[in-house]
């Protein structure tokens, strides 16, 4: 248990649609990540929170998008949904102390059909 | 963030040292090596992190070669619950949770 949390377990989604996926990091923590990770593939980083703004962004195109709130929880928001996105997301909190570890969440398995 | 190597699949049987090897040649001063590892579905779970110094926990050892330019994390006695996805990832300091995963070692142990 790492008390990094992520709803839903498990979601299937349209193409065309739009999907929130939500997060709830470790108590203490004050930096969230989001990754996403396809079939047979590591996990890739798409954008990090700070006191809730974003400081950090992978290669992805805008239409995926955050938000941090004030207790540090957090939603990854996709638009426009792919096929190509059908993917595990996974949530990582941390502290903004140096070579900290991170700690993910479960993850959330979409299907985009 | 510098770039890593490891091999694509290893083998251990159950009781022995699990030796899983990284190569990252171009690793910076300010950098460090962090071992992560992914159960079937589940989120990476955080193993061990070092800088130039050997470094043990309850789960792990690991091992940086004294140029720094390659690891070892060693697990003493793998258990099939250790069979997963060992990620070795360079990460700077400062930059908290922004982690660069590679494809990993599948680590499969048997009886």
């Known amino acids: 248990e790492t008390g990094v949390t992520q709803s839903p377990t498990h979601l299937i989604k349209t193409r065309g649609q739009q999907v929130t996926l939500r997060c709830s990091s470790q108590?203490?923590?004050?930096?969230v990540s989001w990754y996403q990770q396809a079939l047979g593939q590591g996990p890739q980083f798409i954008f990090q929170y700070y006191r809730e703004e974003e400081n950090g962004r992978g290669n992805f195109p805008p239409r995926f998008s955050g938000l941090q709130f004030p207790n540090y929880s957090s939603e990854l928001n996709v638009n426009a949904l792919e096929l190509d996105d059908s993917a595990l997301y996974l949530c990582?909190?941390?502290?903004?102390?140096?070579?900290?570890?991170?700690?993910f969440g479960q993850g959330t398995r979409l299907t985009v059909v | 963030d510098a770039k890593t190597t490891q091999p694509t699949s290893m083998d251990c049987a159950e009781g022995r040292a699990a030796n899983l090897p990284c190569n990252h040649s171009?690793?910076?001063?300010?950098?460090?090596v962090y071992w992560y590892r992914q159960i079937h579905s589940q989120g990476p779970q955080y193993i061990i992190h070092g800088l130039k110094n050997n470094e043990t926990n309850e789960m792990a050892s690991l091992i940086i070669t004294e140029d720094r330019k390659s690891s070892t994390l060693i697990l003493p006695h793998a258990t099939l619950r250790d069979t997963a996805v060992y990620y070795c990832i360079v990460r700077r300091t400062g930059t908290a949770s922004k982690l660069t995963f590679g494809t990993g070692t599948r680590l499969q142990v048997t009886l």
């Open positions: 171009t690793i910076s001063g300010n950098e460090y």
């Open positions: 108590s203490g923590h004050n930096t």
């Open positions: 990582a909190s941390s502290s903004t102390s140096e070579n900290t570890e991170a700690f």
